[in-house]
């Protein structure tokens, strides 16, 4: 791996000494960190194989823990938020809640090459979700939400600390992170369900619906983005081949925040259309955005 993509490698060595310190040595961090590429790799590859799933048959290739979190406390609608995390197959997690029925919104980053995109997106919808461009994104999913939809969003995304973010403990450190679900949740009352995917050594995938975020009125989205992510981090702790990775989020020390899990850098321009999409929707209130 060093020789094929040295900065990443790099990132993801130097994500491990920060998280774990000493109780990994370098040989350990080295064999996680060509084992997560290996990961990340297998995800494309599985995405791309992902037309020959179905509903009648994806059970052969994921099993399910603790589904039943979806119907409690969701309504007859199962309007619920999933936050999932870059770990493992995130791809076929999504795919697995469309053939559950559990179709719903999802917003899309864009690729640097366009030609991508379409490809990407037939992939990404085929079990029934709508994708949906960044552009007003957020708008849209709080109108579907507010229908008593469903949508699914990456809540281990870093941001800058000034545009939109919040402060979590994360490995014993503090990371800027989006706090998109906790403004939805807060604005709709739609209740949070973590999930994440994990590989099975036959090949497999298991899929994990954790406990729903318990929350309060008083809590804030620096609360509510804390509770999300540490229903996950026991799980990265325990098995971090699948998700530590190549993006690098400005860690260089153990005096900065860090990214982990294959965090991605939300751009500038996305941090501020979040940041005037809730302003738009505060300045108009609830009851004078209909929803089409």
């Not at 799980?235 to 899990?261: E, H």
């Amino acid at each position: 791996m060093p020789i094929f993509d040295r900065h990443r490698y790099e990132v993801a060595l130097n994500n491990l000494e920060v998280a774990f310190g000493d109780q990994l040595s370098i040989q350990e961090r080295r064999k996680i960190a060509r084992e997560s590429f290996q990961h990340f790799a297998r995800t494309m590859v599985d995405l791309l194989w992902s037309p020959r799933l179905t509903p009648e048959n994806f059970s052969r290739y994921i099993e399910l823990e603790n589904l039943e979190e979806i119907a409690r406390g969701t309504g007859p609608e199962r309007s619920i938020m999933v936050a999932c995390y870059h770990y493992s197959n995130f791809e076929w997690l999504s795919l697995a809640c469309g053939f559950l029925d559990l179709k719903g919104t999802i917003i899309s980053q864009e690729f640097k090459n366009s030609l991508l995109d379409p490809i990407f997106k037939k992939l990404r919808e085929q079990s029934g979700h709508e994708l949906i461009p960044r552009e007003r994104g957020l708008v849209r999913l709080y109108k579907v939400l507010r229908r008593k939809g469903r949508t699914a969003l990456l809540v281990d995304l870093t941001v800058p600390p000034s545009q939109a973010a919040v402060a979590i403990d994360c490995f014993g450190l503090k990371t800027s992170v989006t706090s998109a679900h906790a403004w939805l949740h807060e604005r709709t009352g739609i209740p949070i369900i973590p999930a994440h995917c994990e590989p099975l050594p036959d090949g497999r995938y298991r899929i994990i619906f954790h406990p729903k975020i318990d929350t309060s009125a008083e809590m804030t989205h620096q609360q509510i983005a804390q509770k999300c992510w540490n229903s996950f981090e026991p799980y990265v702790r325990k098995i971090p081949r699948p998700g530590f990775g190549c993006t690098n989020t400005g860690a260089t020390s153990r005096q900065t925040p860090i990214g982990l899990t294959h965090f991605t850098r939300m751009s500038w321009g996305h941090s501020k259309r979040f940041c005037n999409a809730t302003r738009i929707v505060a300045a108009i209130g609830d009851r004078g955005l209909h929803c089409r």
